[in-house]
């Protein structure tokens, strides 16, 4: 993963499809998930492809059964492609509605915010990040605090240094 925080990128192709009815009370989904991921890639040197599927709950909990060993719904999963023969495929994101719109009321957050934040989340998966340790956690939740404030959306962080 090459980091390249002040270079304009251009963003990589994003096929968004729509699996769940649900996602129709969120007109403005995929222009979203689009401009979180266009922002993203100011912070890696990537091109490609990059797949969205807009999912319910049950879709998603089957997905993290299979692939994860964890049999319950969650809000975002990331696919990234194999190295090998993937051609210019980045790698699949999957969001759930029911989840995203459960931790919206939980948290008091707008749905295109968190689901913005969900997507750039994803997408520096599929390009290497993760945050199975407290560094790497760190250094991920850093780069979507600056995603987000690219967006003019609020850092989704913010309320943990607030107690909330």
Same mark, same amino acid.
């Given at each position: 993963m090459t980091q390249a925080a002040s270079r304009p990128a251009a963003a990589p192709a994003v096929d968004v499809r729509v699996e769940s009815p649900l996602w129709q009370t969120q007109p403005?989904?995929?222009?979203?998930?689009? *401009? *979180?991921?266009?922002?993203?890639?100011?912070? *890696?040197?990537?091109? $490609? @492809?990059?797949?969205?599927?807009?999912?319910d709950d049950a879709e998603i909990a089957r997905l993290n059964r299979d692939w994860r060993g964890m049999d319950k719904p969650t809000n975002v999963l990331s696919f990234p492609a194999p190295e090998t023969g993937a051609g210019d495929l980045l790698g699949d994101i999957v969001l759930a509605y029911e989840t995203l719109a459960r931790e919206c009321?939980?948290?008091?957050?707008?749905?295109?915010?968190?689901?913005?934040?969900?997507?750039?989340? $994803?997408?520096?998966?599929?390009?290497?990040?993760?945050?199975?340790?407290?560094?790497?956690?760190?250094?991920? @939740? $850093?780069?979507?605090?600056?995603?987000?404030?690219?967006?003019?959306? #609020?850092? #989704?962080?913010?309320?943990?240094?607030?107690?909330?």
């Open positions: 403005q989904a995929e222009e979203t998930i689009r *401009a *979180a991921i266009a922002q993203a890639t100011a912070f *890696a040197d990537v091109d $490609g @492809e990059i797949s969205v599927l807009l999912t009321a939980a948290e008091d957050r707008l749905f295109l915010h968190h689901l913005a934040h969900l997507a750039a989340h $994803g997408f520096l998966h599929l390009i290497g990040y993760d945050h199975q340790t407290d560094s790497q956690a760190d250094e991920m @939740e $850093g780069l979507e605090s600056q995603i987000m404030l690219r967006l003019n959306m #609020p850092d #989704p962080y913010d309320a943990r240094e607030r107690g909330c």
